[in-house]
């Protein structure tokens, strides 16, 4: 302490004077020279450990080591105590004094679990502990609890804020923190593997090659990918080899087991109450119109069998009775059980080698899965990777990555909901087999007997057989994927980096689908075109012989970035900063094409007209053959500026700043509103770095918050005014354009706004851990359907930038050690969301309440101010008419049935009972680590409440004409007095579209859909931990898994899984069992 | 030697960078589908009239006119409840909203289609080459939306009656393509007076000889123009454009040629087709559903050919229609030379031209009965000849999409025609000059339409 100044400042606390007196001593510094070097290393492997804290006890002294590991640190005292730390690391202390000039120090990696958190944007690589935004990190041990052939599904059990979205998309959508735009196609997160977006098909990639994942959640973390990152971006880190690693070879080896799946989840209506209907239907003289129709539509069995009783003898209507009432024995469900269904057996093998030299590190992996699906469906996919980092000199970094895919597919027998009528509707006693076990045809487009009538020889067999159709069609696909990567990082003064990264990605998928001579689609088609000639014989206009349809197509993907990034840390400074630019284009063309009249022994095919129609033999219409040729070839280019920088002070004040400008082809053809700007800031604070701060409970408080922007675009969003060719004039033979885009002059991106304010916090010695985010943000220039006078002529609707929308929510992710002795250990994972989506502008010039209610079971977008983006609206419901059995509903007050109007403009918007959103309000899952010894046990739970679904029932309309029953047709009104116990109306014929619309929009079919699920449970023993040593392992894992294990609660009293419900055909996915060894060596 | 080497990766990075900056403007302006295209050229504007929407015709007026009937069952299984309403003349629910391809939008898309050719025509250069080119999309485009207006006229209009024409409510003219324009509905008056500008203007621009018969022609034009004459009750000019049209082409279809055995014995494209418009049956009028009276059966001579060829005795003795102009099932509601005929035979019969009248009526019957059998016609009185003219009217022209409007303008001319339809125990009765005769407007266009 330099006495000279003591006495100016006795006025000053000692924190504030400590602060004066390092600034004035830095001064004096640069002339006494007195300072120290030291590097900072890993025990294990004397990497550098970067971003250390060296902190002089007792002072306010604080400075952190650089990307080499190394600092400097001014010391005045001629004795101290350093104190030097990092996350991941035991923390060591040690004594300096005045004439030390270099320290060499070892660290020792931590055995608790608190490990460096380093979060991957896709353009750099950040210590949590010194990042403002909102991150989500899923470390390797973590991801590798589930077991599964793809990424993405792994996700939902144990990410934070993230959630499947299954009732508004029947395929499963990945949503973060909820909804920001009003298009369900563009709706999805970004997904990044390393550095790049990924275009080809997530599938390709092997989860085994997957380090780490991070999700990035608020506009600080995500902003830097501008206009594609308003849905947050899923950045996947593939595992890379390091330098001076001795080789380590991971094996990975697992089998699946499904169950058959439980068609009785299917709610169909029992064979005899449906032919109770079609006997209904038939002495009231339904099918009449379709016994007589030119379209010879094919009727079921039983009004055949009705057909024939007409005309019959006694002894023959005796029989009728009996084959029908035979019929009433059979259910479609056990046929397709008995025919189609299968256990499904999937095998995963990975092979992993790492190592590196001091000049080279490198990874090379081998994957392989074999997958036999419920329907004895394959797929089988392949995967290589070779991932290489070499050093030629200090300053140079070169590093290259190949990874090869391929995999194929070869589709399945037909699906419960996939037979019949346009592939679809059956009647429920369909057989596929007889008693004796041969194949049953059925008629599903024309009736049989019409059909043999026809000409001399009658036509080609008109029936279809489900049990052996499925063999004589042959479709599968084939896919190759080839991923180049290339870099160079060159650091030409310290601190200072160039980066130089390219990507080239190639993926050919080619379908092929043969349907043979024998198969159903070939003989239909045939059958369609043939002609009856004058002489009476059939003249076949498509040849003879079966259908090929192939289609190729081919993406390719180039990236390229140049980046510089700059690191530089000064006393207890930090500064980092990336500025880049880039290029991405994206080209996928596609061709497709039919051969008719082919045959795969030798090649040949047949020729066909496709320039006239024919007059089709099974109706009134001609018809042109269908080519079903086309070409097509789109691209996406984007090119992009951006700038990152972040400033830490005393590791205890962060501040950073994004921003990116974004320009693409995609608003095309006219170069205005091409380019947009997006941007973020953030701020963090570790409070628990303040020397005041002495809660002992707390070892670790940040504050964060961060506000940005960012954008979202639609490919097909076109300004100008474009025509599309779409073939030829049959007449003048020239070619014919349609106009597919109007001219609209408002068009530009989308953009969302979003503020993050977080907490993280470590409590009790580790023991709880965690954070807690709150979130607000503003969507704007949604784009929106418009409702149009079609006088106009361009429809009735039209998509423009027309909505706003907001959103705020609340992502906590907590982790607690519960019990964590030696030989005992229960960890438990927490993550809950909560978040809400509301309209806020949107003009509905159409307040028609039907426009409202999706009458299937995936809800629809509504855009009604104030409410969320999907929104469930039901008409309000009367109950059954006493008397009658018919639905009611409220006119003006008034109990109605007057369906049109119901359905029409007698119900606006405001008329309509408002339930709740379609997509749940609060998401999340709850994870458990039991350990002992050697053995573990995990399992998860996932929750999502708050939201509400539209259950399906009998439809009368879709009954009749479509074969489309549905169980609740048991518990209908029939007599007075039932409309007490039902709300399920009467059988009444004839019935109406609107009748129908009306019920299946009423509030009595909309459920809660608030549900828990037991995601999945792992049970794993470790021989390397007891036999380290004994045995050629490092680790050998044997392991159980078990998924898919089905709900544990519901809110809905009718056994419904609201995540596996469209249609009435939708089938619970049945739980896998998966038995598998991972091995380290 | 080594230092050159380690500045390599930076020389090589700037060079790459300037390179690749200079080359961006190209990049952001490639098309983002190749197929996507912004009208350019006339080939562009004649690919859009090419179109087989231009070509298709309203199913409104057939529908609600009186050539056909639905049994009971038949109207039950109607899924829509609009068709059903249809049927029995309702006043209001008639057409689908619009998400749905109703006669509304089958109107208007071709008129903002035409509306678009128009405007672009502007904005491409004429020249010695192009000229002729350039004129006949012109006069396409102006006789497509011609006919559009005629056909929303028919539907949504009472009949033209010169003396209240200039205060009954026309149709929406939309005369630019611009989709922001509200749309007002015009006077009767304003509606004929825009399609009788369109029509003329097209005259001299269009070819005598189109390249096919989906394209509108001078023929076609001087059609349209009788048509529109005489649906105004204006003899003399559908007479004097009857004739134009019939001077250019008067070939009638000789069906002694026809083979009345087959599904549709009369071909599509033949020699009687000036212009094609057309459209297929719908749910209402497909032959399973719509049966004909066996009035209009029986009022076909044994030996006219029309009886065989346009009708099918089905297995439970119900008669469907099989007349079609298409060669399958369908409704031809373009121009043709029969209509003409029959037209020219009306105006003279109207301006008591007995023997001329009789005449033309004469050389197109010669054509549909059996060679040999037919017996010339004759009137005595201006009168006779006139009932004579349009009984054959009624005849020929069924399934043709006139009959509504034939209705609707001989009941100016006390024809006095009402209609019954019969369902269940229920009739339904359209009176003669009942304003339900100008069809409601689609429901959800009411708060549009001014």
């Given at each position: 302490?330099?006495?000279?100044?003591?006495?100016?400042?006795?006025?000053?606390?000692?924190?504030?004077?400590?602060?004066?007196?390092?600034?004035?001593?830095?001064?004096?510094?640069?002339?006494?020279?007195?300072?120290?070097?030291?590097?900072?290393?890993?025990?294990?492997?004397?990497?550098?450990?970067?971003?250390?804290?060296?902190?002089?006890?007792?002072?306010?002294?604080?400075?952190?080591?650089?990307?080499?590991?190394?600092?400097?640190?001014?010391?005045?005292?001629?004795?101290?105590?350093?104190?030097?730390?990092?996350?991941?690391?035991?923390?060591?202390?040690?004594?300096?004094?005045?004439?030390?000039?270099?320290?060499?120090?070892?660290?020792?990696?931590?055995?608790?679990?608190?490990?460096?958190?380093?979060?991957?944007?896709?353009?750099?690589?950040?210590?949590?502990?010194?990042?403002?935004?909102?991150?989500?990190?899923?470390?390797?041990?973590?991801?590798?609890?589930?077991?599964?052939?793809?990424?993405?599904?792994?996700?939902?059990?144990?990410?934070?804020?993230?959630?499947?979205?299954?009732?508004?998309?029947?395929?499963?959508?990945?949503?973060?923190?909820?909804?920001?735009?009003?298009?369900?196609?563009?709706?999805?997160?970004?997904?990044?593997?390393?550095?790049?977006?990924?275009?080809?098909?997530?599938?390709?990639?092997?989860?085994?090659?997957?380090?780490?994942?991070?999700?990035?959640?608020?506009?600080?973390?995500?902003?830097?990918?501008?206009?594609?990152?308003?849905?947050?971006?899923?950045?996947?880190?593939?595992?890379?080899?390091?330098?001076?690693?001795?080789?380590?070879?991971?094996?990975?080896?697992?089998?699946?087991?499904?169950?058959?799946?439980?068609?009785?989840?299917?709610?169909?209506?029992?064979?005899?109450?449906?032919?109770?209907?079609?006997?209904?239907?038939?002495?009231?003289?339904?099918?009449?119109?379709?016994?007589?129709?030119?379209?010879?539509?094919?009727?079921?069995?039983?009004?055949?069998?009705?057909?024939?009783?007409?005309?019959?003898?006694?002894?023959?209507?005796?029989?009728?009775?009996?084959?029908?009432?035979?019929?009433?024995?059979?259910?479609?469900?056990?046929?397709?059980?008995?025919?189609?269904?299968?256990?499904?057996?999937?095998?995963?093998?990975?092979?992993?080698?790492?190592?590196?030299?001091?000049?080279?590190?490198?990874?090379?992996?081998?994957?392989?899965?074999?997958?036999?699906?419920?329907?004895?469906?394959?797929?089988?996919?392949?995967?290589?990777?070779?991932?290489?980092?070499?050093?030629?000199?200090?300053?140079?970094?070169?590093?290259?990555?190949?990874?090869?895919?391929?995999?194929?597919?070869?589709?399945?027998?037909?699906?419960?909901?996939?037979?019949?009528?346009?592939?679809?509707?059956?009647?429920?006693?369909?057989?596929?087999?007889?008693?004796?076990?041969?194949?049953?045809?059925?008629?599903?487009?024309?009736?049989?007997?019409?059909?043999?009538?026809?000409?001399?020889?009658?036509?080609?067999?008109?029936?279809?057989?489900?049990?052996?159709?499925?063999?004589?069609?042959?479709?599968?696909?084939?896919?190759?994927?080839?991923?180049?990567?290339?870099?160079?990082?060159?650091?030409?003064?310290?601190?200072?980096?160039?980066?130089?990264?390219?990507?080239?990605?190639?993926?050919?998928?080619?379908?092929?689908?043969?349907?043979?001579?024998?198969?159903?689609?070939?003989?239909?088609?045939?059958?369609?075109?043939?002609?009856?000639?004058?002489?009476?014989?059939?003249?076949?206009?498509?040849?003879?012989?079966?259908?090929?349809?192939?289609?190729?197509?081919?993406?390719?993907?180039?990236?390229?970035?140049?980046?510089?990034?700059?690191?530089?840390?000064?006393?207890?400074?930090?500064?980092?900063?990336?500025?880049?630019?880039?290029?991405?284009?994206?080209?996928?063309?596609?061709?497709?094409?039919?051969?008719?009249?082919?045959?795969?022994?030798?090649?040949?095919?047949?020729?066909?007209?496709?320039?006239?129609?024919?007059?089709?033999?099974?109706?009134?219409?001609?018809?042109?053959?269908?080519?079903?040729?086309?070409?097509?070839?789109?691209?996406?280019?984007?090119l992009s500026y951006f700038a990152n920088a972040s400033y830490t002070f005393k590791e205890k004040y962060s501040i950073s700043a994004s921003g990116r400008r974004d320009a693409s082809n995609l608003f095309g053809l006219r170069t205005n509103d091409q380019w947009n700007p997006f941007w973020s800031l953030g701020a963090s604070w570790n409070l628990s770095e303040e020397s005041f701060f002495t809660n002992r409970f707390v070892s670790y408080l940040k504050l964060r918050a961060t506000y940005g922007s960012s954008g979202n675009i639609n490919p097909s969003m076109v300004a100008a005014t474009t025509i599309q060719y779409v073939g030829t004039n049959m007449f003048t033979q020239s070619p014919i354009a349609y106009i597919n885009n109007f001219y609209d002059s408002g068009l530009r991106w989308e953009q969302t706004n979003m503020a993050n304010f977080g907490l993280d916090f470590r409590l009790l010695n580790q023991r709880v851990s965690g954070s807690i985010d709150v979130?607000?943000?503003?969507?704007?220039?949604?784009?929106?359907?418009?409702?149009?006078?079609?006088?106009?002529?361009?429809?009735?609707?039209?998509?423009?930038?027309?909505?706003?929308?907001?959103?705020?929510?609340?992502?906590?992710?907590?982790?607690?050690?519960?019990?964590?002795?030696?030989?005992?250990?229960?960890?438990?994972?927490?993550?809950?969301?909560?978040?809400?989506?509301?309209?806020?502008?949107?003009?509905?010039?159409?307040?028609?309440?039907?426009?409202?209610?999706?009458?299937?079971?995936?809800?629809?977008?509504?855009?009604?101010?104030?409410?969320?983006?999907?929104?469930?609206?039901?008409?309000?419901?009367?109950?059954?008419?006493?008397?009658?059995?018919?639905?009611?509903?409220?006119?003006?007050?008034?109990?109605?049935?007057?369906?049109?109007?119901?359905?029409?403009?007698?119900?606006?918007?405001?008329?309509?009972?408002?339930?709740?959103?379609?997509?749940?309000?609060?998401?999340?899952?709850?994870?458990?680590?039991?350990?002992?010894?050697?053995?573990?046990?995990?399992?998860?739970?996932?929750?999502?409440?708050?939201?509400?679904?539209?259950?399906?029932?009998?439809?009368?309309?879709?009954?009749?004409?479509?074969?489309?029953?549905?169980?609740?047709?048991?518990?209908?009104?029939?007599?007075?007095?039932?409309?007490?116990?039902?709300?399920?109306?009467?059988?009444?014929?004839?019935?109406?579209?609107?009748?129908?619309?009306?019920?299946?929009?009423?509030?009595?079919?909309?459920?809660?859909?608030?549900?828990?699920?037991?995601?999945?449970?792992?049970?794993?023993?470790?021989?390397?931990?007891?036999n380290r040593g004994k045995l050629p392992f490092d680790n050998l894992a044997l392991f159980v898994n078990a998924s898919n294990l089905g709900i544990v609660w519901r809110a809905n009293k009718r056994g419904i899984d609201p995540d596996h419900y469209f249609g009435t055909n939708r089938t619970a996915p049945p739980a896998i069992y998966a038995f598998g060894v991972r091995a380290n060596l | 030697m080594k230092k050159t080497v380690k500045k390599f990766p930076l020389i090589a990075i700037t060079a790459v960078t300037s390179f690749l900056i200079t080359s961006c403007e190209k990049y952001l302006n490639e098309p983002s589908n190749k197929s996507l295209a912004i009208i350019t050229n006339l080939e562009d504007l004649q690919a859009l009239l090419d179109h087989t929407m231009m070509n298709s015709s309203p199913l409104a007026p057939e529908i609600s006119a009186d050539n056909y009937y639905l049994t009971d069952d038949g109207w039950e299984s109607l899924e829509l409840e609009?068709?059903?309403?249809?049927?029995?003349?309702?006043?209001?629910?008639?057409?689908?909203?619009?998400?749905?391809?109703?006669?509304?939008?089958?109107?208007?898309?071709?008129?903002?289609?035409?509306?678009?050719?128009?405007?672009?025509?502007?904005?491409?250069?004429?020249?010695?080459?192009?000229?002729?080119?350039?004129?006949?999309?012109?006069?396409?485009?102006?006789?497509?939306?011609?006919?559009?207006?005629?056909?929303?006229?028919?539907?949504?209009?009472?009949?033209?009656?010169?003396?209240?024409?200039?205060?009954?409510?026309?149709?929406?003219?939309?005369?630019?393509?611009?989709?922001?324009?509200?749309?007002?509905?015009?006077?009767?008056?304003?509606?004929?007076?825009?399609?009788?500008?369109?029509?003329?203007?097209?005259?001299?621009?269009?070819?005598?000889?189109?390249?096919?018969?989906?394209?509108?022609?001078?023929?076609?034009?001087?059609?349209?123009?009788?048509?529109?004459?005489?649906?105004?009750?204006?003899?003399?000019?559908?007479?004097?454009?009857?004739?134009?049209?019939?001077?250019?082409?008067?070939?009638?279809?000789?069906?002694?040629?026809?083979?009345?055995?087959?599904?549709?014995?009369?071909?599509?494209?033949?020699?009687?087709?000036?212009?094609?418009?057309?459209?297929?049956?719908?749910?209402?009028?497909?032959?399973?559903?719509?049966?004909?009276?066996?009035?209009?059966?029986?009022?076909?001579?044994?030996?006219?050919?029309?009886?065989?060829?346009?009708?099918?005795?089905?297995?439970?003795?119900?008669?469907?229609?099989?007349?079609?102009?298409?060669?399958?099932?369908?409704?031809?509601?373009?121009?043709?030379?029969?209509?003409?005929y029959l037209t020219k035979a009306e105006c003279l019969a109207r301006d008591s031209n007995i023997n001329e009248a009789i005449q033309v009526l004469n050389t197109f019957l010669e054509k549909r009965w059996l060679k040999g059998s037919f017996t010339q016609v004759a009137a005595t009185s201006s009168n006779e000849a006139l009932a004579i003219i349009l009984e054959e009217r009624r005849k020929q022209l069924l399934f043709r999409g006139h009959r509504w409007m034939d209705i609707k303008r001989l009941n100016k001319e006390d024809a006095n025609i009402s209609l019954v339809r019969t369902l269940k125990d229920e009739i339904y009765t359209l009176p003669a000059n009942s304003p339900r005769f100008a069809l409601p407007l689609p429901d959800d266009l009411l708060g549009y339409l001014k």
């Amino acid at each position: 302490m330099h006495p000279n100044y003591l006495n100016n400042l006795v006025f000053i606390t000692m924190k504030s004077l400590w602060f004066i007196l390092i600034f004035y001593a830095s001064i004096i510094h640069v002339q006494a020279q007195n300072a120290i070097w030291g590097k900072v290393v890993r025990d294990s492997d004397n990497q550098p450990v970067i971003g250390a804290t060296v902190r002089v006890l007792n002072s306010d002294i604080l400075v952190s080591t650089n990307e080499n590991g190394e600092f400097r640190l001014v010391f005045l005292s001629p004795k101290g105590e350093l104190e030097i730390s990092n996350i991941g690391y035991e923390t060591m202390q040690l004594s300096v004094f005045g004439n030390t000039k270099a320290l060499h120090v070892r660290l020792k990696e931590s055995t608790t679990q608190m490990e460096e958190i380093v979060i991957s944007t896709g353009y750099e690589a950040l210590p949590r502990e010194r990042s403002t935004g909102a991150f989500d990190h899923i470390d390797n041990e973590t991801f590798n609890k589930q077991v599964s052939t793809d990424i993405l599904s792994r996700l939902e059990a144990v990410s934070n804020s993230l959630t499947v979205d299954r009732g508004t998309n029947s395929n499963g959508r990945i949503s973060i923190r909820g909804i920001n735009t009003l298009r369900s196609d563009m709706m999805g997160p970004l997904i990044v593997i390393d550095n790049f977006p990924y275009d080809g098909a997530i599938e390709n990639i092997n989860p085994n090659d997957v380090e780490n994942i991070t999700i990035l959640k608020d506009a600080a973390a995500a902003s830097i990918w501008g206009a594609r990152a308003a849905n947050g971006v899923i950045v996947i880190t593939t595992k890379k080899g390091s330098f001076n690693q001795p080789i380590n070879v991971d094996f990975n080896s697992n089998i699946r087991v499904g169950k058959v799946p439980d068609l009785s989840y299917v709610q169909q209506m029992s064979s005899s109450d449906f032919i109770d209907v079609e006997q209904t239907l038939f002495s009231s003289n339904y099918y009449n119109s379709q016994i007589n129709s030119a379209n010879r539509s094919a009727l079921s069995p039983v009004v055949e069998l009705l057909i024939k009783r007409q005309e019959a003898t006694p002894t023959e209507i005796e029989e009728i009775d009996q084959l029908i009432n035979q019929l009433r024995m059979y259910d479609i469900r056990d046929e397709f059980s008995r025919h189609m269904y299968r256990g499904s057996v999937d095998q995963q093998y990975s092979l992993g080698l790492r190592g590196g030299s001091d000049r080279l590190a490198w990874t090379a992996s081998a994957g392989l899965d074999n997958n036999t699906g419920n329907l004895d469906e394959r797929f089988q996919r392949y995967n290589i990777r070779l991932n290489n980092t070499y050093k030629p000199f200090d300053k140079l970094i070169l590093s290259s990555n190949i990874q090869y895919t391929h995999s194929k597919s070869i589709n399945g027998r037909p699906a419960y909901g996939e037979i019949g009528r346009n592939n679809q509707y059956i009647y429920p006693y369909a057989r596929f087999t007889d008693d004796d076990g041969n194949p049953q045809g059925l008629s599903i487009d024309v009736r049989e007997s019409w059909a043999k009538s026809i000409g001399n020889s009658g036509v080609l067999d008109w029936m279809y057989y489900p049990s052996e159709d499925y063999k004589n069609v042959d479709r599968g696909a084939k896919l190759d994927d080839i991923l180049l990567n290339l870099g160079v990082n060159y650091n030409p003064l310290p601190g200072l980096h160039l980066d130089l990264k390219y990507l080239f990605e190639r993926q050919s998928n080619i379908v092929r689908g043969y349907f043979n001579d024998q198969s159903y689609v070939a003989r239909n088609m045939i059958n369609r075109f043939s002609q009856v000639g004058e002489d009476g014989n059939i003249v076949h206009i498509v040849p003879y012989g079966g259908i090929l349809d192939r289609s190729n197509s081919v993406l390719q993907a180039n990236n390229l970035r140049l980046q510089s990034n700059f690191y530089k840390s000064w006393a207890a400074h930090h500064f980092t900063a990336i500025a880049g630019w880039e290029l991405r284009r994206s080209n996928t063309s596609s061709n497709w094409s039919r051969l008719y009249g082919y045959n795969n022994e030798n090649l040949t095919f047949g020729h066909v007209d496709f320039t006239r129609t024919y007059p089709i033999l099974n109706g009134v219409v001609s018809q042109f053959i269908d080519d079903n040729t086309g070409i097509s070839d789109n691209t996406t280019n984007f090119l992009s500026y951006f700038a990152n920088a972040s400033y830490t002070f005393k590791e205890k004040y962060s501040i950073s700043a994004s921003g990116r400008r974004d320009a693409s082809n995609l608003f095309g053809l006219r170069t205005n509103d091409q380019w947009n700007p997006f941007w973020s800031l953030g701020a963090s604070w570790n409070l628990s770095e303040e020397s005041f701060f002495t809660n002992r409970f707390v070892s670790y408080l940040k504050l964060r918050a961060t506000y940005g922007s960012s954008g979202n675009i639609n490919p097909s969003m076109v300004a100008a005014t474009t025509i599309q060719y779409v073939g030829t004039n049959m007449f003048t033979q020239s070619p014919i354009a349609y106009i597919n885009n109007f001219y609209d002059s408002g068009l530009r991106w989308e953009q969302t706004n979003m503020a993050n304010f977080g907490l993280d916090f470590r409590l009790l010695n580790q023991r709880v851990s965690g954070s807690i985010d709150v979130f607000l943000k503003k969507s704007t220039d949604l784009f929106g359907t418009a409702v149009l006078d079609y006088t106009g002529g361009i429809g009735a609707t039209k998509i423009k930038n027309v909505a706003d929308m907001k959103g705020r929510g609340v992502d906590v992710g907590l982790k607690t050690q519960n019990i964590r002795r030696t030989e005992f250990s229960w960890f438990t994972n927490l993550n809950l969301s909560m978040v809400k989506d509301e309209v806020v502008e949107y003009h509905l010039s159409n307040l028609n309440g039907s426009n409202f209610i999706s009458t299937s079971s995936l809800a629809r977008i509504s855009g009604v101010k104030g409410k969320p983006v999907y929104a469930i609206y039901s008409y309000r419901w009367a109950g059954l008419d006493p008397s009658t059995g018919e639905p009611r509903g409220y006119l003006n007050e008034e109990v109605s049935t007057n369906y049109s109007q119901l359905t029409g403009a007698g119900s606006q918007l405001k008329d309509l009972v408002y339930h709740g959103p379609a997509n749940p309000t609060v998401y999340g899952s709850l994870g458990n680590s039991l350990a002992y010894k050697s053995l573990s046990l995990d399992f998860a739970f996932v929750y999502k409440f708050g939201h509400y679904f539209r259950r399906q029932s009998i439809n009368y309309q879709q009954l009749f004409t479509n074969w489309v029953g549905h169980s609740d047709f048991e518990n209908r009104w029939q007599h007075a007095g039932d409309e007490i116990i039902t709300d399920v109306p009467a059988f009444v014929y004839p019935t109406a579209a609107n009748k129908n619309n009306f019920y299946a929009g009423s509030e009595v079919l909309v459920e809660r859909a608030d549900h828990i699920r037991l995601q999945y449970l792992n049970l794993s023993y470790d021989f390397g931990k007891a036999n380290r040593g004994k045995l050629p392992f490092d680790n050998l894992a044997l392991f159980v898994n078990a998924s898919n294990l089905g709900i544990v609660w519901r809110a809905n009293k009718r056994g419904i899984d609201p995540d596996h419900y469209f249609g009435t055909n939708r089938t619970a996915p049945p739980a896998i069992y998966a038995f598998g060894v991972r091995a380290n060596l | 030697m080594k230092k050159t080497v380690k500045k390599f990766p930076l020389i090589a990075i700037t060079a790459v960078t300037s390179f690749l900056i200079t080359s961006c403007e190209k990049y952001l302006n490639e098309p983002s589908n190749k197929s996507l295209a912004i009208i350019t050229n006339l080939e562009d504007l004649q690919a859009l009239l090419d179109h087989t929407m231009m070509n298709s015709s309203p199913l409104a007026p057939e529908i609600s006119a009186d050539n056909y009937y639905l049994t009971d069952d038949g109207w039950e299984s109607l899924e829509l409840e609009t068709d059903k309403n249809m049927y029995i003349w309702a006043e209001n629910n008639v057409f689908q909203p619009g998400i749905e391809l109703n006669d509304w939008t089958r109107i208007y898309q071709p008129v903002y289609y035409a509306n678009t050719v128009l405007e672009h025509l502007l904005n491409i250069e004429r020249s010695q080459s192009n000229n002729l080119k350039w004129q006949d999309i012109k006069g396409q485009a102006l006789t497509f939306r011609a006919t559009c207006f005629l056909d929303a006229a028919q539907i949504w209009c009472a009949a033209y009656d010169a003396s209240t024409a200039e205060t009954e409510l026309g149709i929406p003219l939309r005369l630019q393509s611009d989709f922001n324009i509200p749309s007002n509905r015009a006077t009767l008056q304003e509606t004929y007076n825009q399609i009788i500008d369109d029509l003329k203007e097209s005259i001299p621009l269009l070819p005598v000889n189109p390249v096919a018969k989906n394209r509108p022609s001078k023929p076609a034009a001087y059609g349209l123009l009788s048509r529109t004459y005489l649906w105004m009750r204006d003899y003399s000019n559908a007479l004097r454009y009857a004739d134009s049209c019939l001077m250019v082409t008067d070939e009638l279809l000789d069906y002694n040629d026809l083979i009345p055995s087959t599904a549709f014995p009369i071909p599509r494209h033949n020699p009687e087709v000036i212009f094609e418009r057309w459209t297929d049956l719908g749910q209402v009028l497909t032959s399973s559903r719509a049966k004909i009276p066996l009035s209009i059966y029986l009022s076909f001579d044994e030996e006219d050919l029309r009886r065989e060829i346009f009708f099918q005795k089905e297995s439970d003795d119900q008669i469907t229609f099989k007349g079609s102009y298409l060669g399958f099932a369908g409704i031809v509601s373009g121009i043709v030379t029969d209509e003409i005929y029959l037209t020219k035979a009306e105006c003279l019969a109207r301006d008591s031209n007995i023997n001329e009248a009789i005449q033309v009526l004469n050389t197109f019957l010669e054509k549909r009965w059996l060679k040999g059998s037919f017996t010339q016609v004759a009137a005595t009185s201006s009168n006779e000849a006139l009932a004579i003219i349009l009984e054959e009217r009624r005849k020929q022209l069924l399934f043709r999409g006139h009959r509504w409007m034939d209705i609707k303008r001989l009941n100016k001319e006390d024809a006095n025609i009402s209609l019954v339809r019969t369902l269940k125990d229920e009739i339904y009765t359209l009176p003669a000059n009942s304003p339900r005769f100008a069809l409601p407007l689609p429901d959800d266009l009411l708060g549009y339409l001014k």
